[in-house]
């Protein structure tokens, strides 16, 4: 999938907010990128009135073009004070990173009132739409504005990550994490958080549009009765060298029970000490984390 870094950008050149979505910053997570071409399309066809700019950009431009998910390291791991740092050029990732921010860096010259991210993503097993926020300056505010699922904690427990970066510099937003990552339903759900993101933060009115978007109605009314509040309690970080192999069946939110079979590694047996909820469980073949154990926040 050849794609320009800049998947689009739309303003009507009224004061207001910048909107920076990311999308495939994993290059086996084409769905955003799909959802935000055919957002700029409709945007550009039916020129709605928006308070401030919209911005869409590739993550990892070469990683997306070879459908795997880095070259060299993870992109969404790479975001650390040192590698920010560096005029290094290996590894790979170093320059999609600086290009990402030379993006970022071009927009806020624009002295916009407020700025806001959205992160695209998807999961390896098949997933209800969620977001994971970090919650930060007003992150978690902003994101119970959202019908899904919230993981609040992920940055916690990964270093590197692009949110973690966003939230550092100001700007507010989160991860959303559509489904798995060649569903259509992915794309529709990644449509929709989209869309609901402009209404929320540049008072987009759908009416403007060509047609009330569909993926809108279809998260409101599948994901509002869900929009329940998780925390991570463990994450099974893994090595290089490590045999991993997830049981199959399961799917983020998946009920599991203390002393379920969850996994094998290096021939031993990975048993639950929760009863809680999976979330992440790993089944491709690239990979730090074999999965996440959460539960919901009383």
């Given at each position: 999938?050849?794609?320009e870094r800049i998947i689009g950008s739309y303003s009507s050149k009224i004061n207001g907010p910048?909107?920076?979505v990311t999308a495939g910053i994993h290059g086996n997570e084409p769905s955003g990128v799909i959802a935000l071409q055919e957002i700029f399309t409709e945007l550009h066809r039916s020129?709605?009135?928006?308070n401030g700019t919209i911005v869409g950009v590739c993550g990892n431009?070469?990683?997306l073009s070879k459908d795997q998910r880095y070259i060299d390291r993870d992109l969404n791991r790479t975001w650390t004070k040192s590698n920010l740092s560096?005029?290094?050029v290996f590894p790979h990732e170093l320059k999609e990173m600086r290009a990402i921010i030379s993006v970022l860096k071009h927009h806020q010259k624009n002295n916009h009132e407020k700025q806001y991210f959205l992160d695209c993503h998807t999961t390896s097993s098949a997933s209800v739409p969620y977001i994971s926020v970090q919650d930060v300056n007003d992150n978690f505010t902003w994101a119970?504005?959202?019908p899904t699922p919230m993981v609040i904690g992920f940055s916690d427990i990964i270093t590197g990550d692009i949110d973690h970066y966003l939230s550092d510099i100001g700007l507010t937003g989160f991860v959303f994490e559509a489904g798995q990552h060649t569903s259509q339903d992915a794309v529709v759900n990644?449509?929709?958080i989209i869309w609901l993101a402009l209404?929320?933060?540049?008072?987009?009115?759908?009416e403007q549009l060509s047609k009330f978007p569909e993926s809108v109605t279809t998260m409101v009314n599948q994901h509002r009765s869900k929009q329940k509040t998780f925390k991570i309690l463990y994450r099974h970080e893994l090595k290089k060298s490590d045999l991993f192999e997830m049981q199959p069946g399961f799917e983020n939110f998946s009920k599991i029970k203390k002393g379920q079979l969850l996994a094998m590694e290096n021939g031993a047996e990975i048993r639950s000490s929760w009863d809680a909820y999976i979330f992440m469980p790993l089944y491709q073949p690239l990979g730090d984390d074999g999965f996440f154990i959460i539960d919901t926040v009383v």
């Open positions: 999938m050849e794609v910048l909107l920076f020129k709605p009135q928006i431009q070469l990683a560096t005029d290094a119970k504005h959202f990644h449509k929709a209404k929320e933060a540049c008072g987009l009115h759908f």
